[in-house]
């Protein structure tokens, strides 16, 4: 599909004109929240500029849905595939709208508090809410690709924390006889390469799942609401990356803040060991297909890393925020895509 072809829908059916929209708004309210996470450990130990940062998150967010798209779409698989709205595209499109809007009003409320929620869970969460609000049933929701969620979860938390604990320790171990001066120079120009990685993984991983949801929404416009399979073309790839850019400049900070700062104080060693730990996950989850969250994968290499030192260098009062974060996403957005959808089929069926 030509970005013509699809503008021309767009103006022809208001339901995508508007599902459309949300899905944009979603993917800058991720660069909010999501993205900040990549760069947030070179920029919190003074490796580079917030925003040269932010330039270099966005390039490379952009190489990542390029490239990953290119050599395996699986994790855009599947998300398209993780519901069944029913057999009425036209009801379909309303119920999809409605888990973008949902989307859009808890990820703003978490960024407002600086909580750096997982725009991924929310995603899946608020869809599989819609699901089951247009099917009066869980039948809406595929067992099978549900499971992948699960297995993410425990993916980017456990390995996460170890790789992270892993490869600070094992950073300690190879430098320890080195030059300290020489070493943290090294760290320094290696964090930017590993903030650039992670950029990469995030682009990899979010971009596919919200370029799944615009090619949802354009199958549903046209009718189909059995399609399985899709093709994903560049102008989508550039669309999803240059608007994520523009929301990590808009309100990255505030979660650079928090999930850089906040939670443990990083040396630039740390960093490194950090990006490296999140950058492997991310990778073996986008190949395997397995839809992760890049906020809990990085949050969790972080609060490894911060371990591997001693357990009191995490500050785990903010730990604690965000594991309630990530655990109220599930119920909160999936209710709230669940009401929202409710509402939006009374107003627009």
Request: hydrophobic share 55%; glycine share 10%.
């Amino acid at each position: 599909m030509s970005m013509f072809e699809f503008l021309g829908q767009m103006l022809s059916n208001p339901m995508l004109f508007v599902s459309s929209l949300l899905t944009m708004g979603v993917i800058l309210v991720n660069g909010w929240t999501d993205a900040p996470n990549a760069i947030a450990t070179c920029v919190s130990t003074r490796a580079i500029e917030a925003k040269k940062a932010i330039i270099m998150a966005a390039i490379f967010n952009f190489l990542g849905v390029f490239v990953m798209t290119a050599i395996n779409a699986s994790v855009a698989m599947t998300i398209y595939n993780m519901v069944d709205f029913g057999g009425d595209a036209h009801l379909s499109l309303i119920a999809l709208c409605a888990a973008m809007a949902a989307i859009v009003i808890w990820a703003t409320a978490a960024w407002y508090f600086g909580i750096p929620t997982s725009e991924s869970h929310a995603l899946i969460a608020g869809i599989s809410g819609a699901a089951v609000a247009i099917q009066n049933s869980f039948s809406g929701i595929n067992p099978a690709e549900w499971v992948k969620v699960l297995y993410g979860i425990v993916l980017s938390t456990i390995l996460g924390f170890g790789l992270g604990f892993l490869s600070s320790k094992l950073v300690v171990l190879i430098f320890r006889h080195r030059n300290r001066v020489k070493s943290e120079r090294f760290f320094s120009g290696a964090q930017i390469a590993g903030g650039a990685a992670m950029a990469f993984m995030h682009g990899a991983q979010d971009g596919q799942k919200f370029m799944a949801v615009f090619l949802l929404g354009a199958a549903f416009a046209d009718g189909n609401s059995t399609t399985s399979s899709f093709a994903v073309p560049i102008w989508l790839m550039v669309l999803c990356s240059v608007i994520m850019g523009l929301g990590t400049s808009i309100g990255g900070y505030r979660i650079i803040k928090s999930v850089g700062m906040d939670m443990v104080k990083l040396k630039p060693y740390q960093g490194f060991a950090a990006d490296f730990a999140a950058t492997l996950c991310l990778l073996l989850s986008s190949l395997t297909g397995i839809p992760v969250s890049t906020t809990h994968t990085k949050t969790t290499a972080i609060m490894g890393v911060g371990a591997a030192r001693r357990l009191s260098n995490v500050n785990w009062s903010v730990v604690k925020e965000l594991v309630l974060t990530w655990v109220f996403t599930f119920p909160g957005c999936g209710l709230l895509g669940f009401g929202m959808a409710k509402l939006f089929l009374i107003l627009f069926a």
